[in-house]
């Protein structure tokens, strides 16, 4: 079943204090420098070990913290009389979540292992990581916002946004692959899908995305391969806004990726212009796919044709529309 849509509550108006619980990567700095920008005062938990070096010189405060910890997250904002939150930054949840070692070495205070017991004994995956850790935070009277508040000229948009246009095959793929990325998205398998002459090479799952761009580059030898990546309807902005950056392009570009299309206003693009830059310079096009989130519904049992055969449900979740047209 569907989860239900999350209403988040409206961002306070500057010069409210907004708290910021970072891990790791590019995204976090840029969303405390948009913080700062729009006149609010950043207090800062960096997830150990995970956070950008340069991330505490664009805080008010910083204070470290462990990932296990979530208890003291919400104590430690209300201390600072910080009242909303945003959740950012790579997480590398295959290590962790799946990794004896590293569990081990990460010792979890009280609330963490109440709420694993109660709520993620059996359900890992992220909406409901995301949900246990706004819980805990309401509880303390922390409530978290939308996460791209600050970074909306970061989104993608739609179109074709680099001076390289996609190949009439890629469209054509990118139109095949989108309803099949809409079903992964909304059974939660992963964000992404690779794709060549309308054949599926790789979708991801707990890996990650770069993961799995270097597994697919090792499938298709060829190279001139398609990245779709999108949010599922109804997505939780609180937390793990599906992400390309520099990285993206590299490890496309490495392994024979030459096109990335992304659901626009649904993928944030880190250094948005930079990336259209290095693109255009490493031959790779990129396509912002405009897409519309129906209401949620059950798929349609396949229906019986008089000749046999029965035809296969499209998915409902949402449509999608490619255009050409350069911006």
């Given at each position: 079943?569907?989860s239900p849509l999350t209403i988040l509550p409206d961002p306070p108006p500057p010069p409210t204090a907004i708290g910021l619980i970072a891990g790791g990567g590019r995204l976090p700095p840029l969303v405390a420098e948009g913080l700062r920008e729009a006149g609010h005062p950043v207090h800062c938990l960096g997830l150990a070990g995970m956070f950008d070096p340069e991330?505490?010189?664009?805080?008010?405060?910083?204070?470290?913290?462990?990932?296990?910890?979530?208890?003291?997250?919400?104590?430690?904002?209300?201390?600072?009389?910080?009242?909303?939150?945003?959740?950012?930054?790579?997480?590398?949840?295959?290590?962790?979540?799946?990794?004896?070692?590293?569990?081990?070495?990460?010792?979890?205070?009280?609330?963490?292992?109440?709420?694993?017991?109660?709520?993620?004994?059996?359900?890992?995956?992220?909406?409901?990581?995301?949900?246990?850790?706004?819980?805990?935070?309401?509880?303390?009277?922390?409530?978290?916002?939308?996460?791209?508040?600050?970074?909306?000229?970061?989104?993608?948009?739609?179109?074709?946004?680099?001076?390289?246009?996609?190949?009439?095959?890629?469209?054509?793929?990118?139109?095949?692959?989108?309803?099949?990325?809409?079903?992964?998205?909304?059974?939660?398998?992963?964000?992404?899908?690779?794709?060549?002459?309308?054949?599926?090479?790789?979708?991801?799952?707990?890996?990650?995305?770069?993961?799995?761009?270097?597994?697919?580059?090792?499938?298709?030898?060829?190279?001139?391969?398609?990245?779709?990546?999108?949010?599922?309807?109804?997505?939780?902005?609180?937390?793990?806004?599906?992400?390309?950056?520099?990285?993206?392009?590299?490890?496309?570009?490495?392994?024979?990726?030459?096109?990335?299309?992304?659901?626009?206003?649904?993928?944030?693009?880190?250094?948005?212009?930079?990336?259209?830059?290095?693109?255009?310079?490493?031959?790779?096009?990129?396509?912002?796919?405009?897409?519309?989130?129906?209401?949620?519904?059950?798929?349609?049992?396949?229906?019986?044709?008089?000749?046999?055969?029965?035809?296969?449900?499209?998915?409902?979740?949402?449509?999608?529309?490619?255009?050409?047209?350069?911006?």
């Amino acid at each position: 079943m569907p989860s239900p849509l999350t209403i988040l509550p409206d961002p306070p108006p500057p010069p409210t204090a907004i708290g910021l619980i970072a891990g790791g990567g590019r995204l976090p700095p840029l969303v405390a420098e948009g913080l700062r920008e729009a006149g609010h005062p950043v207090h800062c938990l960096g997830l150990a070990g995970m956070f950008d070096p340069e991330l505490p010189l664009l805080c008010d405060s910083f204070k470290t913290v462990g990932l296990l910890r979530v208890g003291g997250w919400g104590k430690a904002f209300r201390r600072l009389g910080v009242h909303h939150a945003i959740m950012v930054g790579n997480v590398d949840k295959a290590r962790f979540m799946h990794d004896p070692l590293k569990l081990a070495k990460s010792i979890p205070d009280l609330r963490t292992m109440v709420i694993w017991y109660s709520k993620l004994r059996h359900d890992r995956r992220s909406h409901a990581l995301l949900r246990a850790v706004a819980d805990e935070l309401d509880r303390c009277g922390v409530s978290l916002i939308d996460s791209t508040m600050s970074i909306g000229n970061q989104l993608a948009t739609s179109g074709i946004m680099t001076r390289r246009k996609p190949t009439t095959e890629q469209m054509a793929d990118i139109k095949f692959v989108w309803p099949l990325l809409t079903e992964t998205l909304r059974l939660d398998i992963g964000q992404a899908i690779a794709v060549r002459n309308r054949d599926v090479i790789a979708v991801e799952a707990v890996e990650g995305t770069d993961r799995m761009i270097e597994r697919t580059g090792n499938l298709c030898r060829r190279g001139g391969w398609t990245l779709v990546k999108g949010a599922r309807a109804q997505h939780d902005r609180r937390s793990d806004v599906p992400t390309v950056g520099l990285q993206t392009l590299e490890n496309l570009h490495k392994h024979g990726g030459t096109c990335l299309a992304i659901a626009a206003g649904d993928v944030i693009m880190l250094d948005r212009f930079a990336m259209l830059e290095k693109a255009d310079e490493l031959g790779i096009s990129i396509v912002g796919v405009s897409v519309t989130h129906a209401p949620v519904s059950q798929p349609a049992m396949p229906t019986h044709t008089p000749n046999g055969v029965d035809s296969v449900f499209k998915p409902t979740t949402d449509s999608a529309s490619v255009t050409t047209d350069m911006k």
